[in-house]
């Protein structure tokens, strides 16, 4: 029902009600918004006020709202007008890897509309294979599939073997990673973070080790109307031969970019997630 009322409304007038629907769960939601200001505490601590970090946060759950609205309107994008929502102007460094028969790991994170963003670079007729976990809501879930499944879009949920990941880099293609949240569940190494030690998935920079892929930092950024795909050219990442060595220095490499994302788009980020959740273990002695 929900998605047959956004279909069918222009997207800017979705947008509008995305907005106000995330600028009302601004204040309803007080746990999370209390979260996120403690996080923007730890990360900006004096350097930003109390009124800056309010916005800050308010303006995120409002980048939410309009994303829900995005990513329900998601079949009403095609190649045909995916270009007039969404610009690019280097997606050029995606397409040489297909052009040259190499695969890459596309590092991303929980930031702007992270979902669109993974249907934006099917739609150019990329192969990429995301790493996600599965929503709770059951019809969502059934939802989302529909619509990967036609944009050719690939997921493989975090149960997935490492092999099955590997094998797919090697058969030059691309897999999307966002190792920016503290799950320790799940392979990783503790990094600075805005200054401050957290628990990272390493899994990138394993991934890297293993296949040679080059890891390459896409981020989807709101703009007036629509978005714009910013592409870099992939990390410089060291290779020394002492692995443990390795994973922890292109581990901080690739943390630090997502890092300076979050630093000049600061109400793109989730901060009601608990990133320094789990802390370094202190040797007893």
């Not at 997935?160 to 880099?169: H, R, T």
């Not at 080790?209 to 890891?215: D, N």
């Not at 990442?237 to 300076?260: A, C, F, P």
Request: charged residues 25%.
């Amino acid at each position: 029902l929900m998605s047959f009322f956004v279909l069918v409304l222009p997207i800017r007038i979705g947008l509008i009600i995305g907005q106000a629907f995330g600028s009302l769960s601004f204040y309803i939601l007080k746990k999370e918004r209390k979260k996120a200001l403690e996080n923007l505490d730890i990360a900006f601590g004096s350097s930003k006020s109390i009124i800056e970090k309010r916005s800050i946060v308010k303006k995120a759950f409002e980048n939410l709202g309009k994303g829900f609205i995005e990513v329900v309107s998601i079949p009403k994008f095609n190649r045909g007008n995916i270009n007039r929502y969404i610009s690019c102007r280097n997606i050029s460094i995606l397409r040489r890897f297909v052009q040259e028969n190499k695969g890459a790991i596309i590092l991303s994170a929980h930031f702007g509309n992270w979902e669109l963003l993974a249907h934006y670079i099917s739609m150019q007729g990329l192969p990429l294979n995301v790493i996600a976990r599965r929503v709770r809501i059951d019809e969502l879930e059934a939802f989302l599939g529909r619509i990967r499944k036609k944009n050719g879009l690939n997921v493989l949920y975090r149960d997935a073997s490492a092999k099955e990941i590997v094998d797919i880099l090697r058969d030059k293609k691309f897999v999307g990673i966002m190792p920016d949240q503290d799950m320790d569940s799940v392979s990783g190494v503790f990094v600075d973070f805005f200054g401050k030690s957290a628990w990272t998935p390493n899994g990138a920079a394993v991934l890297n080790l293993l296949t040679g892929a080059p890891i390459v930092p896409c981020f989807l950024v709101r703009s007036s109307y629509g978005h714009e795909f910013l592409v870099e050219e992939p990390i410089e990442l060291i290779k020394t031969g002492d692995k443990k060595k390795d994973i922890l220095e292109n581990t901080r490499r690739y943390t630090r970019v997502i890092e300076g994302y979050i630093r000049r788009f600061p109400d793109h980020w989730v901060w009601f997630h608990d990133r320094w959740k789990t802390e370094p273990v202190v040797p007893f002695g």
